[in-house]
């Protein structure tokens, strides 16, 4: 059974990331088990160029596995992007999972937006249903800080 998922959207800088990490931050500490998915849209480096793991991709391998005492992690080559749904079905282990990006998805979506980074909010740009904002510049919003308070909020939309 999948565990229950939602995204962390907003504009490019908004401080999804900051958002992100508080929140597996603060649920771990309550003994929660969080996974995360981050959408690089633009793409990314499999591993730092000059690491052993960075010169087997290069090279062209299928699929790479970069294995140590306290993590693992998998580089596979893919035709087209994997769809979310695909890989929240190989999260196991864990109650909750939080995905940056993904605004389209039929996910529950969180935003964050700040008003130095964009005039209006992604919500009302893009058209999407939100359930709620974190943002210290919007009333009635989530504050940046207010992390105990979205965590709980989550955790209830989640069932948890």
């Known amino acids: 059974m999948k565990p229950p998922a939602l995204c962390i959207i907003g504009h490019q800088?908004?401080?999804?990331?900051?958002?992100?990490?508080?929140?597996?931050?603060?649920?771990?500490?309550?003994?929660?088990?969080?996974?995360?998915?981050?959408?690089?849209?633009?793409?990314?480096?499999?591993?730092?160029?000059?690491?052993?793991?960075?010169?087997?991709?290069?090279?062209?391998?299928?699929m790479t596995v970069l294995s140590s005492p306290e993590k693992v992690a998998i580089f596979r080559r893919v035709r087209r992007e994997t769809p979310l749904n695909d890989l929240l079905a190989t999260f196991e282990g864990v109650d909750l999972v939080i995905v940056e990006g993904y605004r389209r998805s039929s996910l529950p979506r969180i935003e964050v937006y700040r008003r130095a980074v964009a005039p209006r909010p992604m919500r009302v740009t893009h058209r999407l249903k939100v359930i709620a904002t974190v943002s210290d510049d919007v009333a009635g919003a989530f504050r940046s800080r207010d992390v105990a308070g979205l965590a709980d909020f989550i955790l209830g939309v989640a069932g948890l």
């Open 13 to 62: 800088n908004s401080g999804k990331t900051r958002v992100v990490a508080a929140l597996v931050s603060h649920l771990t500490r309550r003994g929660y088990r969080v996974g995360t998915v981050k959408h690089a849209k633009h793409g990314f480096l499999a591993d730092m160029p000059g690491k052993d793991s960075h010169a087997h991709f290069k090279a062209g391998a299928a």
